[in-house]
């Protein structure tokens, strides 16, 4: 624990993050952030409560959330703050979620890369996650026909029973090509997703002219080493003129706070369910990313502190 | 020959076109657009004179460029002109290539897709063809660098001596991977890709980020069946943020004009070079498209009738 140097806060964390993006910055191969290097504090959102601060815009007892690490104690650089955490009416853990990098991706990806219309076929991968549920319930309330993929019949009765699909498909069970079929029987419009592979093959032949994939996730790929094939994209996009585009949530943060303010409206008014799956203690943390591919946590998985 | 009824035009065809696309009109596989049933008269651009006209719009004499088929006279709906030809300073066959669809789809695509800044570098494959010279001389008016990727050393020439590419590699010779490595040290910023398949997977893991790779045509590919398979985009896509579009022509027509006449101008003004490969009389047709997929013609490939 170093006490801040000028610019500097020192924040006490109440909950740390886990996320499906951890794999890849621990991984060496080339990604879209530095990889974190063996030895050194594992990069994550957190949010806590500042001990405190030689930076002018905090003060000991402000909740912040942002990239402080997994670490109990983080003495950061104020920069590393994304946000002050104003709802404080609501958990502090949901700024890590569905008030936070899963909500807001979700958000950005309808809001800057999909946009859908009313009467548009939204169709989502890992449906009953973090992210997916928030697309699929925002998606609902633009008026579109959604559509959930999800993996186990539990997931599946979680899409139309809470997140309110308007239908789901069990990607474990064999007939997925034609289970898909049936839910979409206009096509795609949009298909945000956050598992390429298998899943993403089965869409991709449905897409309608103009379609719209958010390139969100990767889930269904355990390895990049070596490169996985599939069936090529390159004509669907064509001769569909559609479009495929990678969402990083750091490429939208300036639209942040009108995100946080539009989800958190939902949650107050019972209009946007989520799921957390809690963990308790820094020792839980190894294996908790691993968990993430293996599919076993129903909802945003965070870790919080004693 | 049949005289036309209301609101038709008889047209006497002076040019036809030859491209790409048509392989994938005569296939039964879905498509954008429907398939031309044997028997039928081959879809296609062409540019000729109203011999006879029951549509107000048009008089004998006018020049025009449609779907009018592969045929020597065509009796066709007013709807299916394209354009008024009004360039009687130019060849009526540049209305079927640089300032027709292979040179409005090089500025669809960069206009409406692309959108390169000046200092960005720009990817093309096929690169000395109808549509890839006219994107390099685009891309190099926009002060981009242009890296062209040709067939064979004849077309890498006239990639650097005739069309202005400040690199060109060739994807027949073994080092692709090192030699395009070599021509994109900044990365690439933009892909227009013609190809698909081994060229295109050569360039993708070069994207930078915010890379837009727009999906034109499928040249590399010779059959769709069964699907083939490449290395996944997905995780190109997603880490760099990038986009990948399909670009068709008929989405954008509404700017034609626009197209036409700038490039009618560079064209004037001797600033955008362009070939053509002139084959004589209905007979050659047949072969003519299979002779694309070969890579036998330098520029556009267009059929001229006495």
């Given at each position: 624990m170093r006490p801040p140097e000028a610019g500097e806060l020192l924040?006490?964390?109440?909950?740390?993050?886990?996320?499906?993006?951890?794999?890849?910055?621990v991984s060496d191969v080339a990604n879209y952030s530095e990889p974190v290097p063996v030895g050194d504090v594992m990069r994550s959102f957190a949010v806590?409560?500042?001990?405190?601060s030689a930076a002018p815009a905090y003060r000991p007892g402000d909740r912040v959330t942002g990239l402080f690490g997994w670490q109990e104690y983080a003495t950061v650089d104020?920069?590393?703050?994304?946000?002050?955490?104003?709802?404080?009416?609501?958990?502090?853990?949901?700024?890590?979620g569905v008030l936070g990098l899963t909500g807001a991706t979700a958000w950005f990806g309808l809001s800057e890369i999909a946009r859908p219309a009313a009467g548009e076929t939204v169709v989502v991968s890992t449906a009953a996650g973090a992210v997916g549920s928030v697309v699929g319930q925002l998606a609902a309330q633009a008026g579109c026909r959604t559509v959930g993929i999800a993996g186990g019949p539990e997931?599946?009765?979680?899409?139309?029973?809470?997140?309110?699909?308007?239908?789901?498909v069990d990607h474990r069970s064999p007939p997925l090509a034609a289970d898909l079929a049936a839910?979409?029987?206009?096509?795609?419009?949009?298909?945000?997703?956050?598992?390429?592979?298998?899943?993403?093959?089965?869409?991709?032949?449905r897409i309608n002219r103009r379609a719209r994939i958010v390139v969100c996730g990767t889930a269904?790929?355990?390895?990049?080493?070596?490169?996985?094939?599939?069936?090529?994209?390159?004509?669907h996009l064509l001769t569909k003129a559609a479009r495929m585009e990678g969402l990083l949530f750091f490429d939208h943060q300036h639209r942040l706070p009108e995100a946080v303010a539009a989800l958190a409206e939902l949650v107050r008014g019972g209009r946007l369910r989520y799921r957390e799956d809690v963990l308790d203690g820094l020792e839980a943390a190894p294996d908790a990313i691993a968990g993430l591919y293996r599919g076993e946590n129903l909802g945003k998985r965070v870790i919080r502190l004693a």
């Open positions: 924040v006490r964390a109440e909950f740390l993050s886990v996320d499906p993006a951890m794999r890849g910055w806590g409560t500042v001990v405190a104020a920069g590393a703050v994304l946000r002050r955490v104003d709802e404080d009416d609501l958990s502090p853990s949901l700024s890590l997931k599946v009765r979680l899409c139309l029973e809470e997140f309110g699909y308007d239908a789901a839910a979409v029987p206009d096509g795609v419009d949009v298909y945000f997703d956050n598992t390429a592979g298998p899943i993403s093959d089965t869409v991709l032949p269904a790929i355990s390895s990049w080493d070596p490169w996985p094939t599939g069936p090529r994209v390159e004509r």
